[in-house]
């Protein structure tokens, strides 16, 4: 082998430079950039099979990628399909973007297979708060990491304006009606001599008054049922967004300008009301409108999707849909671009996808469908990998990436990475609260396998949870450099008696992929060892009902010895089998700390009940939602941000402080 060989990685790139000890992440990026080159972002899609007419270039680094790929490449059953998940982490995270980047570069960059990470955009709100951003860390992370923490190609942005647009639709139309009459509101809405606007056709359709289109055929009972919505101001569930953590917006009134008043409709009195009400804002990813893009299979989808979303129902109990109020195709045109995945690279020039960013406790916390289908579709012709990652732990993330978002997209996968790290299964055994900011207490430092050997049950539990869908279990266990080789031999020995088919230490943090090679190799002799066939769900959508499905997510992967529904939640279920949404999968919002619903109750608790206070419906994203403890929407910002350390070089340009 010659030197020239030696130096040039599995893809025929430079081999990575990693430094010790391992600078800042925005350092190596910055360095990434700067010295060694970022790969043409079209030489990064040639990598994969992407032809120039398959790629939009957005600048030098991103390129968003066009859909007809998938249909062109519909052939997936060659390819391997992984998720990266996790146990139920400390606040500081435990490395999952991390292991999905380390893993994607290994299998790329080190072990030469077809590889493509898909991850989600991260919100603008925790990179400025506490979290920090998602582009993985070290020098497992994408680049340049500025322009995937910040915008990336503004699909956040087009969320928050289709989210916002159809607040503003909805409390236009809730003034409409309290002002005019049906008479008055079907002139508004529908033109004489003219074709009724897309929305009020498909209107009538739900209502059954089949083929008339235009506003002379209707008769006055039908032009009443068209525009009088009657919606009940109390069942109102729609709220405007910002990708800001902002928490004196969780509650506002709307409404109180002075030209925010109406003449009632039922009066002549001459006097005016004022139109406002209580309602709120979550923070952009926790938006229906993001569930709907991670979820969506193509354009048709999107558009059905959105059209579907509910917002609040009539004093009928009839649902109010973004259709309804006429908004549906022009979210979706809002939309439109965002659909389309982002291409990026990592540190050793292996391709990601970055698409979608939906909360991972009141949403699925996975990456885009469209994201995994296209990665899928280029690399499954030479048997390659698609590495996605599920939020949170595997209680939560991993639980709907198999039963809702395989079961949106149609994949099957066969394998899943957990993720551990022996901090926080030592946590998990009894060690003192990790707190994000403080010191870690020595017992994280120093070598401690009593807490260990109790903490590594939690583990267990995911692998065992993770098995009962059929597909096989690789541990991760995400080195720090206070680790032993006895504790990280505990680790792997129980990770082996819970039914893994591995568990490897990795070191990509450090290292970049060739500290992840053992990972991936791993990896490959799991993914060859699967029977997509052994692949299964955990409920049936169709044949049990909306208390059967929570109560078996509840008992299967979190332990409870049962359920209890409280008086709004039993009264919503009812609500939702009137409507037809007691077909659709769950969703569950609790907490990412625990197996339980008590953030405080560590390792794998037993002998406690999920209380349901509530159920959600995300109806236009195909999923109901219970709330399971206190679920905060929009996050509130630390005493001391991360915002603090953020600025520019003005003479350079460069960002400083990013982490």
Request: a negative charge; hydrophobic letters at 40%; one cysteine or more.
């Amino acid at each position: 082998m010659t030197t020239s060989e030696r130096e040039l990685n599995a893809l025929g790139y430079p081999v990575l430079q990693c430094k010790t000890p391992v600078p800042s992440d925005i350092e190596i990026s910055q360095q990434i950039v700067k010295e060694v080159g970022l790969l043409p972002i079209e030489d990064v899609a040639k990598q994969i099979g992407l032809t120039p007419d398959q790629i939009i270039p957005w600048g030098i680094s991103k390129a968003k990628v066009k859909l007809d790929v998938k249909n062109n490449n519909n052939n997936n059953s060659n390819g391997n399909y992984v998720v990266v998940t996790g146990i139920n982490p400390t606040p500081l995270g435990e490395g999952k973007s991390t292991t999905t980047i380390g893993l994607a570069q290994a299998l790329g960059a080190i072990c030469g297979q077809p590889t493509v990470a898909c991850i989600r955009q991260p919100s603008q709100g925790p990179t400025f708060g506490i979290k920090g951003g998602a582009a993985g860390g070290g020098y497992a992370q994408v680049v340049p990491m500025e322009e995937f923490n910040l915008h990336l190609t503004g699909d956040i942005h087009a969320v928050t304006a289709a989210n916002n647009l159809l607040a503003a639709a909805l409390e236009t139309r809730l003034l409409h009606e309290a002002s005019q009459s049906d008479e008055a509101l079907f002139k508004r809405l529908c033109p004489p001599n003219k074709p009724m606007a897309p929305g009020l056709v498909r209107r009538l359709e739900k209502l059954g008054i089949q083929g008339k289109r235009m506003p002379e055929e209707l008769t006055k009972e039908e032009q009443s049922q068209l525009v009088r919505l009657d919606i009940d101001p109390s069942t109102i569930t729609w709220q405007r967004v910002l990708d800001t953590c902002d928490r004196h917006l969780r509650q506002v009134q709307v409404g109180c300008g002075p030209k925010e008043t109406y003449k009632d409709k039922e009066k002549n009195d001459g006097s005016r009301k004022q139109h406002c009400r209580t309602t709120g804002f979550d923070i952009t990813v926790a938006s229906e409108v993001m569930a709907v893009l991670a979820l969506a299979n193509d354009l048709t989808d999107l558009r059905t999707k959105l059209g579907n979303m509910v917002v609040g129902y009539s004093r009928n109990r009839v649902p109010i849909t973004a259709d309804d109020l006429g908004c549906g195709g022009a979210l979706t045109v809002l939309m439109k671009d965002a659909l389309l995945p982002t291409l990026m690279q990592t540190v050793e020039r292996t391709p990601v996808l970055v698409h979608a960013g939906p909360f991972a406790n009141i949403a699925t916390g996975n990456s885009s469908v469209v994201a995994d289908q296209v990665a899928l579709s280029l690399v499954s012709e030479k048997g390659g990998f698609v590495v996605t990652e599920a939020g949170f732990g595997a209680d939560i993330g991993m639980e709907k990436f198999f039963n809702i978002k395989c079961r949106s997209s149609g994949l099957i996968p066969q394998a899943a990475v957990i993720v551990a790290t022996i901090r926080a299964l030592k946590m998990h055994g009894g060690g003192p609260p990790v707190v994000a900011g403080r010191p870690l207490a020595p017992a994280y430092k120093e070598e401690n396998l009593e807490l260990l050997k109790v903490g590594v049950a939690n583990l267990q539990k995911h692998i065992s949870n993770a098995r009962k869908f059929g597909v096989q279990v690789v541990v991760a266990v995400n080195r720090f450099s206070t680790d032993t080789e006895a504790e990280i031999d505990i680790v792997k020995a129980a990770s082996m008696e819970a039914g893994a088919y591995d568990a490897v230490m990795s070191n990509h943090w450090a290292e970049g992929g060739a500290g992840a090679k053992e990972l991936g190799e791993a990896v490959m002799k799991a993914c060859a060892s699967s029977n997509k066939e052994d692949f299964r769900f955990l409920y049936d959508v169709e044949t049990q009902s909306i208390p059967e499905k929570i109560e078996i997510i509840s008992k299967e992967i979190y332990g409870a010895d049962g359920v209890e529904f409280s008086e709004l939640a039993l009264q919503q279920i009812q609500q939702y089998e009137e409507a037809g949404f007691d077909k659709l999968p769950i969703c569950m919002a609790k907490t990412q700390y625990s197996l339980s619903c008590d953030a405080s109750a560590k390792n794998v608790p037993t002998g406690f009940t999920i209380t349901v206070r509530e159920i959600r419906s995300c109806a236009g994203a195909g999923f109901l939602y219970p709330i399971c403890g206190d679920i905060m929407t929009i996050p509130g910002l630390p005493t001391r941000p991360g915002f603090y350390d953020v600025d520019i070089d003005t003479e350079t340009g460069d960002v400083i402080g990013l982490f």
